[in-house]
Nanobody, 116 residues
Framework: QVQLVESGGGLAQAGGSLRLSCAAS????????MAWYRQAQGNEREWVATISSSGTPNYAQVVKGRFTISRDNAKNTVYLQMNNLKPEDTAVYYCKILSGRYIGTWGQGTLVTVSS
C-alpha cells in the first residue's frame, strides 16, 4: 500500500527557514514525479513545486528563489527547503505523486506557520 508521510512543519519567524520532508513507501519512488502543494485556511489548494523523476524542478512564481525542491531516491524522500519565509507562506503543505501507478496520491499534510 502506497503511503506518503510529510514532516518538518512547525512555527517559524518571518525571514526564517524550514525544511519539509515527504517519505514515500509502497512504490517505486525513483520513477515518479513528485510535487508539493499548500492550502491556507479558507483558500484552495495551490501548487508550490514539482520535481521530475530525473530531478528537474519547477516552481510557482510566488516561491521561486526562496524554496528549493529536491529528492533522495535512496531514501524515497522528497524535500522542500523553504527560506526567507513570509507570513503568507502559512499553510498546510502536502506532497503528491504526479506520475506512475499511484498518480494522484496525497500525503496527510504538515502545518507551517510563519509569524511576522
Amino acid at each position: 500500500q502506497v503511503q506518503l508521510v510529510e514532516s518538518g512543519g512547525g512555527l517559524a519567524q518571518a525571514g526564517g527557514s524550514l525544511r519539509l520532508s515527504c517519505a514515500a513507501s509502497g512504490m517505486t519512488f525513483s520513477v515518479a514525479s513528485m510535487a508539493w502543494y499548500r492550502q491556507a485556511q479558507g483558500n484552495e489548494r495551490e501548487w508550490v513545486a514539482t520535481i521530475s523523476s530525473s530531478g528537474t524542478p519547477n516552481y510557482a512564481q510566488v516561491v521561486k528563489g526562496r524554496f528549493t525542491i529536491s529528492r533522495d531516491n535512496a531514501k524515497n524522500t522528497v524535500y522542500l527547503q523553504m527560506n526567507n519565509l513570509k507570513p503568507e507562506d502559512t499553510a498546510v503543505y502536502y506532497c503528491k505523486i504526479l506520475s506512475g501507478r499511484y498518480i494522484g496520491t496525497w500525503g496527510q499534510g504538515t502545518l507551517v506557520t510563519v509569524s511576522s
